[in-house]
């Protein structure tokens, strides 16, 4: 009885809407097998599968189609382009190929759980108001009190964010939390919202991409996207095209001015960049000491000089 539920459940959840799962890769050959080897075993299989590579070498068309081969329900869109620039240009460019109800963007680095593309379209299927979701990670790289803590003492008003004390917590099952901040590395939209709300491929985000496209599309349709908690997977963060620590903290001070800059008429908006601003200086500091490396605290006012020049494209 429970196997015809099950049965019944996922052609009641096809015959709604249709899913397109969109991979932007570069230079991860390996993480990106892995992660089709999982995506092939989903319960439920998506309609359609867009694929933009920019790696220097096309080395993973060929395996990606063989694996393809057996499964003839997904129909591949495998785009080669190195011109491509960059994750959000990677994720703009794919818009125009879908021909599903439903997005789904994933990185090449993770791994789904089986039924991770189930959830996120019986998500859209149980909540009729949904212009987004995303998933959540099952091995978020800072799980602890501590980092939870500092994490929400700092994030506050603008940069308000709860994805951090629900990501990694097991028991959390059949809940969906109302969030403007979406990752958008294991998010899906309904295909509508980018007839009105693009992404930022002016402002070379990287770090804050997610969060700013899901808080625009919140600020248009608010109350209307979701942490969905039954659709899991893991990230495994591959060491290929990763910054250093120099980088990292230089980037985020930049990149969360821009995200200032953009909303500067929000009540107390300078006040919240400014005590954000301050958590990244402590978190940079302590980094430094215990790294025994000045890298990260000039990342962090390298970030504040080049922030506070910065232009913004709107």
Known sequence: MKKNNLMNKNNHINKNFSITVVIPTKNRHPDLLNFFDSLLKQSVLPDQIIVIDQSDENLSEASVRFKLG??????????????????????????QYNKSDLICFLEDDEILEHDFLEHIVAGFTLNPEMNGCCGVI????NKNFIYELF??????GLYKDIRIGIFGYKNLKHQFFVSDKLSGGLSAWRKEVFSHTFFDVGNNLHFTEDIDFSSRVALSFPNSLFINTNAKLAHYFSKSNRFNH???????????????????????ALFHLIWLLLGILLQSSLKTITLFSLNPICGYFFGLYKGARFKVLN
């Open 138 to 141: 099952t091995n978020p790289p």
């Open 70 to 95: 057996i499964n003839k329900s997904s129909m591949l869109t495998y785009i080669y382009n190195t011109k491509i620039r960059g994750l959000v240009e990677a994720k703009s460019y794919s818009i």
């Open 151 to 156: 994490f929400h003492l700092f994030h506050t």
């Open 246 to 268: 120099k980088d990292i903290y230089s980037n985020k001070v930049i990149e969360n001015i821009i995200y200032y800059k953009k909303r500067k008429q929000v009540s107390f």
